[in-house]
């Protein structure tokens, strides 16, 4: 990594948390987009808060999504789980089916308002590219290598751990880093049934017609996806190291 890019992404960051932490020190930047007298700063609760459990909220959903799509992709690729690949897709495709909106549509009346449906809507939007990325990195592996480690006295469990899922896993960080920033953006919607995400921040802002607020959001949500984005590729690049490959 240049060290140009590495300068933005710590400027960035610094910003991001000079910002949650103290945002009245930023009122003159958002002042020209605030109507009127209204405030420029959103204070009906605090940002770093929304920040907090909007980050917790994505990255609950992510695990679970990540551990759900894995399990799949490793039980379709074993010769007694071919059957299980169109079954696996299905559900993983589930979430692609349905618009967020309508998952969350759909679970509030069954699990009631706040977290719990917008975690469910993220977990399913989150399954599919972490699904189609393990997949494809377990399913693309070298026969030779696997024959090897079979060779070597290896047994199944001992082959996935020690061999498979190692050489798979920038494929597989690849998957969750896109479900990851994904699941930044959706979880703004979260907001509109009740949970506590920097999508409160937008709303109100376009409620109230503050454009200040809809800005704050926004940009907060841009600049987290950004150093989540740069933080998997960190760990992509080093897991390809790892696993032999020229990163």
Known sequence: MSRAPLVLKVALLAGLGAFLVAPDAFAPLFRPFAPGDSPPI???????????????????????????AVGFAIAATRPAGRDLLPFARAVANLGQTFPPVAVLALAVPVVGFGT???????????????????????????????????????????RLVQVELPLA???????????????????????????????????????TGNTAYVLQGGLTVAAMAILVDAGFLALQRKATRRAGFRS
């Open 116 to 158: 719990v449906p917008t975690l469910i809507a993220l977990v399913l939007y989150g399954l599919l590219p972490i699904f189609e990325t393990a997949l494809t990195g377990l399913g693309g592996l070298d026969p030779a290598l696997l024959e090897a480690a079979r060779g070597m006295g290896l047994t199944g469990r001992q």
């Open 42 to 68: 959103y204070a009906q609760t605090p940002l770093l808060r929304l920040a907090v459990n909007h980050i917790v909220l994505v990255a609950a959903a992510t695990l679970a999504a990540g551990l759900l």
């Open 169 to 207: 896993l920038p494929m597989i960080l690849s998957g969750i880093r896109v479900s990851a920033v994904i699941g930044l953006a959706t979880a703004t919607l979260g907001s509109t049934v009740a949970a506590s995400t920097l999508g409160e921040v937008i709303v109100s802002g376009l409620l």
